[in-house]
């Protein structure tokens, strides 16, 4: 058989391949190196394919390989209750690894109508990057496992706060593809170099950033932050909730050396409703010892039920509630839930009492004197950058609240609170993270873990609310300066391209 029959028969499985290869840099493996190198494969295979169909058919394998194993998590809701839903966990993974990776799809053809290898490396990677992009955005959007999110733990995502996550996937996506856009070996040497370059400048100038000391805060509220590791198989049953319940009462009321200014407890963290408490909000209280409380709670309203963040004040009274505004599709509430009610399927619909019906949107709340002004986020409203900059003000700090229970404890969880710490670096502000099993936390203005406790651990943690920093670049102009960068750059790419004497039949084998 002719090598480059060969080679195309092997295309489709070494795209799947680099696509596995790609997600080993997400959270908690962190292994960056094969992330740029099976990016770099895949452009390579994109920019031989020979036309945009088979770019297309190539960039989605590789998609779906990166999303099959970056996101294998999305199989352990359905095993909590595994004789009734764990058939669905394959299916599940399916849907979910090919519907994202049709985004890197929509890239490939992008690059595959371009002329020459060259250009549809260096195209693949400004439509992939694009396409990241509007992941974060269509169909309610899912950002979640982007190539960028792979240096959270490294110096390198210091530069969010100019491009946010965004900005790290592009620059990813850049120094994956300049190798593989080099023609011959002198030229491939010296992009290897300029990318090794780029990179290393970016991590020097984050390193730099770090080793900045922080302002001193001598007046700093100190925060109270508990977590009962309730395992979400046994958190409703009627005799562990209430002993889930009084295990964060035992945390709230622990002595130590100071009272703490706030306590906060994770996302549905009581088995009751705030509108109908009975004496839970008034324990709590008092265990908090005058100091409010900060809580995940289920309200109703009427036929509306919403997942909810309240503050409650030393006699039990809610001070401030928020709503969740982000719901997840099919998990908090099915889509087209309320028309789907009034043709007669009402086990579909939010205003049965079938799911969350979301809340107005981002909002602050002021807790006074001290402890300032906050931004709330439950569960995975931190995972998209754009519910932060539709607050209403900048607040001092942010609070999530949430449930990784339903993650496991292989790589979910991990990744969770990954793309939480950058929304910390994106704006320059600290955020506070109660979660029911595990990751809780407090992350400063610049994403350094200040304190935390594992994954599985019962315990709390009391630590002085971090300093925020000033506005950053990020933070005040969100996406846009990056979408319009990256749509340039692809249409120069193209249009130069046009202007070379390339024979595009022979762009690849």
Not at 35 to 52: F, I, K
Request: proline letters at 9%; hydrophobic letters at 55%; glycine letters at 12%.
């Amino acid at each position: 058989m002719p090598a480059a029959r060969l080679r195309r028969r092997a295309a489709p499985a070494a795209a799947l391949a680099a696509g596995v290869a790609a997600a080993a840099g997400q959270a908690p493996l962190g292994l960056w190196p094969l992330t740029l190198a099976g990016l770099a494969l895949l452009c390579a295979l994109v920019a031989r394919a020979g036309g945009p169909r088979r770019a297309a058919g190539l960039a989605w394998l590789g998609g779906t390989g990166h999303f099959a194993a970056a996101m294998s998590w999305i199989v352990e809701p359905f095993l909590v209750d595994a004789a009734r839903h764990g058939w669905m966990a394959p299916f599940a993974l399916v849907l979910m690894s090919g519907g994202l990776a049709l985004f890197w799809g929509a890239a490939g053809a992008v690059a595959g109508a371009l002329r020459g290898p060259m250009a549809r490396v260096l195209g693949f990677a400004a439509a992939l990057a694009l396409a990241e992009l509007a992941r974060g955005y269509l169909l309610t959007g899912l950002p979640w496992a982007a190539p960028g999110h792979v240096w959270i733990d490294t110096p390198l995502a210091q530069l969010a706060v100019l491009a946010g996550a965004p900005g790290l996937t592009a620059l990813t996506l850049l120094a994956a593809a300049l190798p593989v856009a080099a023609r011959g070996p002198r030229a491939g040497a010296a992009a290897v170099a300029l990318a090794a370059a780029v990179l290393g400048a970016g991590w020097l100038w984050g390193a730099a950033r770090l080793d900045t000391p922080a302002a001193d805060r001598g007046d700093a509220p100190l925060i109270r932050i508990v977590q009962p590791n309730a395992a979400q198989h046994l958190k409703w049953r009627p005799d562990m909730a209430r002993l889930f319940f009084q295990r964060q009462i035992d945390l709230t009321a622990a002595s130590g050396p100071t009272r703490p200014d706030l306590v906060i407890w994770p996302e549905t963290a009581v088995p009751f409703l705030l509108n109908h408490p009975g004496e839970g909000l008034a324990r709590i209280a008092a265990a908090a010892g005058g100091a409010p409380v900060a809580l995940g709670i289920q309200r109703t309203e009427g036929f509306r039920a919403y997942n909810s963040l309240a503050v409650i004040d030393a006699a039990g009274a809610p001070l401030a509630v928020y709503d969740k505004f982000h719901l997840v599709p099919f998990g908090e509430y099915i889509p087209f839930g309320d028309m789907l009610a009034q043709v007669g399927i009402t086990a579909f619909a939010a205003r049965e009492g079938n799911g969350y019906s979301p809340g107005p949107g981002a909002a602050i709340l002021d807790l006074g004197p001290g402890l300032g002004t906050v931004q709330p986020l439950i569960c995975y409203e931190a995972v998209f950058p754009q519910d932060l900059r539709a607050a209403p003000a900048r607040p001092d700090w942010l609070l999530q609240v949430t449930n990784d229970g339903w993650f496991g404890t292989l790589t979910g969880p991990y990744q969770h609170f990954a793309q939480a710490r950058l929304r910390a670096i994106e704006q320059g502000l600290p955020l506070l993270r109660a979660a029911n099993t595990g990751i809780s936390a407090v992350v400063d203005a610049r994403g350094r873990v200040v304190e935390a406790l594992p994954l599985g651990a019962i315990g709390r943690i009391d630590a002085a609310l971090p300093p925020a920093g000033p506005p950053t670049p990020y933070a005040r102009a969100g996406d846009l300066p990056l979408a319009a960068l990256l749509a340039a750059a692809l249409l120069a790419i193209a249009s130069i391209c046009r202007c070379l004497p390339i024979d595009a039949g022979r762009g690849g084998t």
